[in-house]
């Protein structure tokens, strides 16, 4: 006599387990300090349509490249997004390998108010620390 337990599957077992689907969050290649984050949280509060912060580069400078901080209105389809204790920070998958491990600081240095940027991956920074260089080969 065939024996049909062993042929049907336990329906049980076809409803996968929704915890599985869920990816586990990627860690975050940005860091933020907490003079940081504060600015942040106080920028995004004054703007409730920003969706959070973008970070990334543009070709300038002396060096090669430079950071740039904004607003972020919307976030794009190429848009790598992570969770900061609060702060949605979107980098362009291109810009990623650039700024990966970056330290963003928030000082104030007399008059003076403005990000600081501790990047693992720059090889050289102008003077001024307004640009930075990465060697390719890294």
Same mark, same amino acid.
């Given at each position: 006599?065939?024996d049909?337990?062993?042929?049907?599957p336990?329906p049980?077992?076809?409803?996968?387990?929704?915890?599985s689907?869920?990816?586990?969050?990627?860690?975050?290649?940005?860091?933020?300090t907490e003079?940081?984050?504060?600015?942040m949280?106080a920028f995004?509060?004054?703007?409730? +349509?920003a @969706?959070?912060?973008?970070f990334?580069?543009?070709?300038t400078g002396?060096s $090669?490249f430079a950071? !740039?901080v #904004?607003l *972020?209105?919307?976030?794009?389809?190429?848009?790598q997004?992570?969770?900061?204790?609060?702060?949605?920070?979107?980098?362009?998958?291109?810009?990623?390998p650039y700024v990966?491990?970056t330290?963003?600081d928030?000082?104030?240095?007399?008059l003076?108010? +403005?990000f @600081?940027f501790?990047?693992?991956?720059?090889?050289?920074?102008?003077?001024? $620390?307004?640009?930075? !260089?990465? #060697?390719? *080969?890294?």
């Amino acid at each position: 006599m065939l024996d049909l337990r062993q042929q049907v599957p336990n329906p049980e077992s076809r409803i996968p387990n929704p915890e599985s689907r869920i990816p586990s969050p990627a860690p975050m290649p940005i860091q933020l300090t907490e003079a940081a984050l504060t600015r942040m949280h106080a920028f995004l509060a004054k703007d409730p +349509s920003a @969706v959070g912060v973008r970070f990334g580069i543009k070709k300038t400078g002396c060096s $090669g490249f430079a950071y !740039t901080v #904004d607003l *972020a209105r919307s976030i794009a389809e190429n848009d790598q997004v992570f969770d900061h204790d609060g702060i949605r920070v979107l980098v362009d998958a291109q810009a990623l390998p650039y700024v990966e491990g970056t330290e963003i600081d928030f000082l104030r240095q007399g008059l003076n108010a +403005s990000f @600081v940027f501790r990047n693992p991956n720059a090889t050289g920074e102008c003077g001024c $620390g307004e640009s930075f !260089t990465v #060697d390719p *080969a890294n």
